[in-house]
């Protein structure tokens, strides 16, 4: 039986005690100095033999520690458990933190706390933009042509076969016997292009002989002559004039811009315009 220091303890006290009990029992009459003394031969062996049974049993508790020591080595922390350990130290030390957290979000001292979002207007909430309808595309459609521009170009000289005795003798064979010398015609032009160029173009693709010179007093053409026909061949006033719708313009060719629809004379005049209505337009 293994005894600790308290159990041995204990025992000697209650030796001490039985001691004592025993030497008050004594006669009355024995004198006093005897029941110590008989009282110290009882207690004195007792308490001999507790000391000895109370270090025996020391002795005894220290070996049998040493015994189970040997006999069971302290057995090894493997990895996966000590692993575990420092999560389990981890997840309370997140415990912790979180209650601190929420701790300190209720008493309002979080320093980066999140605003709440404003309230959004129930009544007139905000609707997302609508993305623009598709157009539906459009076919191409083809090209509406232009209104072509037209004037109704004519030249002729008409007036010299009544003036005959005037004509140059090398130009007699020349002169139509009709005196026309292009019928009126519908021709195009463009938009901004004046008499002189619509001639011009005309006697070039008709194969007619026209000559002209650039006067720049007038900042224009000067014609010539038309189907060898120049002025003073059949007297001093003699020459060409042009009209548009039937007005003789008082200025050159060139500076006249034509419209749709005008119609344009080339005319040869003997007598400065007199002879085919155009003497207002050479009065000045």
Not at 5 to 29: D, E, M, N, Y
Not at 214 to 241: H, T
Request: glycine share 8%; with cysteine.
């Amino acid at each position: 039986m293994k005894l600790t220091k308290k159990t041995a303890i204990l025992i000697a006290c209650i030796a001490v005690t039985v001691a004592a009990i025993g030497i008050w029992r004594l006669s009355p009459g024995d004198d006093a100095s005897a029941g110590k003394s008989g009282a110290l031969e009882i207690a004195t062996p007792i308490a001999a033999e507790v000391d000895e049974s109370v270090t025996g049993a020391a002795s005894s508790t220290v070996a049998a520690a040493d015994e189970d020591a040997i006999a069971s080595p302290p057995a090894a922390t493997s990895p996966a458990a000590a692993s575990g350990a420092e999560k389990g130290d981890d997840t309370s030390r997140t415990k912790d933190a979180e209650k601190d957290a929420e701790k300190a979000t209720k008493g309002g001292k979080t320093k980066n706390s999140e605003k709440k979002p404003p309230k959004s207007n129930e009544k007139n909430p905000q609707k997302p933009a609508e993305s623009p309808s598709e157009k539906p595309e459009e076919k191409p459609t083809p090209d509406s042509p232009e209104k072509k521009l037209t004037v109704t170009l004519s030249i002729d000289c008409k007036t010299i076969l009544n003036n005959t005795d005037k004509l140059d003798p090398a130009k007699t064979g020349i002169v139509p016997s009709d005196g026309v010398i292009m019928a009126a015609k519908e021709v195009e032009f463009t938009a901004g292009e004046t008499v002189f160029d619509v001639l011009a173009r005309e006697c070039r693709a008709a194969k007619i002989h026209m000559e002209y010179e650039n006067v720049p007093m007038y900042n224009s053409a000067y014609i010539e002559g038309i189907a060898n026909l120049y002025e003073f061949d059949c007297g001093e006033l003699s020459g060409w004039m042009y009209s548009v719708n039937s007005v003789y313009p008082n200025y050159g060719c060139s500076v006249y811009t034509l419209k749709d629809g005008d119609v344009v004379k080339w005319r040869y005049t003997c007598d400065l315009g007199v002879d085919i209505g155009g003497d207002e337009a050479t009065a000045g």
